[in-house]
């Protein structure tokens, strides 16, 4: 099914549609409903937009209140009451009790946004122009965050050369027993090496986009310690694994860790608005007024509700300890179905409530999203040649639901499994 006004009248770019070929109508916690009324339950999350699920009550009722009462939409960077509240509950609930200390800068509304801000302050700070980026990363469209980003298709579609990146292995690239970073290392103490001092270093934790590449604490703690060494900054990327997604607000979170910059996004509304901030250390806030700005840099319907999901979903541990609880579900049942299916030659990898089947088999990913959709699951694949499944649902599901999902994904591995041994045949 398509439809035909949209295939007639929006570009040629458009994506998902291509897959997920219903109208979407109403949504509601980890489901989807079309325009004919059929349910489909969601393991997308709106590629990590939706953590908190669909319509969540506890902050549809606050912005619909809020928008009832005539509040200000729009205020630019201006003094405004939502912004006032964001800012004192992000403080308060978040940083206060992590010990961390941060200023927040509203950049434009997108995870790009927020990795151009980082990136040009880090220039600005440093007054170095290289940055260091790594294998398989993905950090936005833009062309500041297609210089950093990996995939060849994507750094493709910006039909300039991408200057004043460098890439490096990550954690994990050149197999086990290698550490990456006796690479990297080298090549900055090495004056032969050709690697231009970097302004900063930018860093996915998990590169969601990249399969599901899961980098270890110590390795991101070694990485943290070189870049402290050589007078580097250190930026984290958490725009899709942040907000909880690994079972903590931030994925780095209890490890000894300090960057000088994070950049947030996605869930950061926790409603599916846009939204994002940068952190940047008190001593790194150079910027003169309006040196970098942006039209919807004050969108005050996203400070409410993500004011509202700070209080509702963080203010103890335990959403994010049923989060974790929930996630070894999936482990567990991604594993199973690996070994259940040895012709799909796939391994598990991811932490908290992000997981990937990874498969050396190219298309595996579209094979598995094509098949659960015929049976109602939306999920969506990741990796350079599509070969990882990942999962990613709202953190909030039902585990119900959750196991239902779960049900589907079993039964679709089965029938791909026939189908790619009936290729194999063939």
């Not at 939502?82 to 995870?111: A, D, S, W």
């Not at 942040?242 to 490890?255: A, D, L, N, V």
């Not at 994070?262 to 003169?288: Q, T």
């Not at 119900?400 to 089965?414: M, R, S, T, Y």
């Amino acid at each position: 099914m398509s439809n035909p006004t949209i295939d007639k009248y929006e570009s040629e770019v458009r994506g998902y549609c291509r897959t997920f070929t219903k109208t979407w109508d109403t949504s509601e916690g980890a489901w989807l409903t079309d325009t004919d009324g059929e349910k489909y339950l969601d393991f997308f999350a709106g590629a990590g937009v939706l953590n908190y699920g669909h319509n969540h009550p506890a902050l549809r009722k606050p912005l619909l209140e809020y928008i009832e009462r005539g509040g200000i939409t729009h205020s630019l960077d201006m003094y405004s009451a939502p912004k006032e509240r964001f800012l004192e509950t992000f403080h308060r609930v978040l940083l206060e009790p992590r010990k961390m200390e941060y200023r927040v800068q509203f950049p434009g509304p997108t995870g790009t946004n927020a990795v151009e801000a980082a990136m040009k302050l880090a220039r600005k700070v440093t007054k170095r122009s290289n940055m260091v980026f790594f294998t398989n990363a993905f950090h936005g469209m833009t062309m500041g965050s297609l210089a950093v980003t990996g995939n060849e298709g994507k750094r493709h579609s910006a039909a300039v050369p991408l200057n004043y990146a460098s890439a490096m292995p990550f954690d994990g690239y050149l197999g086990e027993g290698v550490d990456t970073l006796d690479y990297f290392e080298k090549s900055l103490e090495d004056r032969g090496s050709g690697l231009e001092m970097p302004a900063a270093v930018i860093l996915e934790t998990v590169q969601a986009e990249g399969g599901v590449n899961v980098a270890r604490r110590e390795w991101v703690e070694r990485l943290g310690r070189i870049c402290k060494k050589h007078g580097i900054l250190f930026i984290i990327d958490d725009i899709q694994v942040g907000c909880g997604r690994t079972g903590h607000f931030f994925s780095f979170e209890g490890w000894d860790v300090d960057p000088d910059i994070i950049c947030l996004s996605k869930s950061l509304s926790a409603y599916g608005l846009p939204f994002a901030v940068v952190l940047l250390k008190a001593e790194h806030d150079i910027w003169g007024p309006g040196e970098h700005n942006g039209t919807f840099r004050g969108h005050n319907l996203a400070f409410i509700t993500a004011a509202a999901a700070l209080e509702h979903f963080w203010r103890d541990d335990s959403f994010a300890s049923e989060v974790r609880r929930k996630g070894e579900i999936v482990r567990e049942r991604f594993e199973a179905i690996a070994k259940a299916h040895p012709e799909l030659k796939a391994h598990v990898r991811g932490r908290g409530f992000i997981w990937g089947l990874a498969s050396p088999h190219h298309g595996l990913a579209d094979l598995f999203s094509e098949e659960a959709f015929k049976h109602g699951l939306v999920i969506e694949g990741a990796g350079i040649n599509d070969n990882v499944v990942k999962f990613l649902a709202p953190l909030v599901i039902e585990e119900a639901d959750l196991l239902k999902g779960l049900d589907i994904l079993d039964e679709v591995a089965g029938t791909v499994a026939k189908r790619l041994a009936d290729r194999n045949v063939a």
